[in-house]
Nanobody
Framework: QVQLVESGGGSVQAGGSLRLSCAVS??????????MGWFRQAPGKAREGIAA????????FYADSVKGRFSISHDNAKNMMYLQMNTLKPEDTAMYYC?????????????????WGQGTQVTVSS
């Protein structure tokens, strides 16, 4: 059973930084290539994909709203994915979710993921 667990959320002032982590387990072959992503959902708004990474090769993808401020990475040895968030803005306030699925070449910020974490809250105050 695939499980994803986010951590690292919290409250921060505008301009600050946070690093979210996502622990991934349960894939039959943990070394298989995957599309892994971060999504967020603010109250009253639709969920949006903000960053994705294709583990075979490391290609990354970002939404315009976070490009240049956020950085996605993964550590295959630790089965972890990260989202480094810098220069945070109040509009970044949302519940953040990680997602991951096996993939053989397809990946992007709107990848149709099957496996999701429970989310971690990020609140940015002005």
């Amino acid at each position: 059973q695939v499980q994803l667990v986010e951590s690292g959320g919290g409250s921060v002032q505008a301009g600050g930084s946070l690093r979210l982590s996502c622990a991934v387990s349960g894939f039959r072959d943990m070394t298989v290539s995957k599309c892994m992503g971060w999504f967020r959902q603010a109250p009253g708004k639709a969920r949006e994909g903000i960053a994705a990474i294709y583990t075979a090769g490391g290609s990354t993808f970002y939404a315009d709203s976070v490009k240049g401020r956020f950085s996605i990475s993964h550590d295959n040895a630790k089965n972890m994915m990260y989202l480094q968030m810098n220069t945070l803005k109040p509009e970044d306030t949302a519940m953040y979710y990680c997602a991951a699925d096996r993939s053989w070449g397809l990946c992007g910020i709107n990848h149709p993921h099957e496996h999701w974490g429970q989310g971690t809250q990020v609140t940015v105050s002005s």
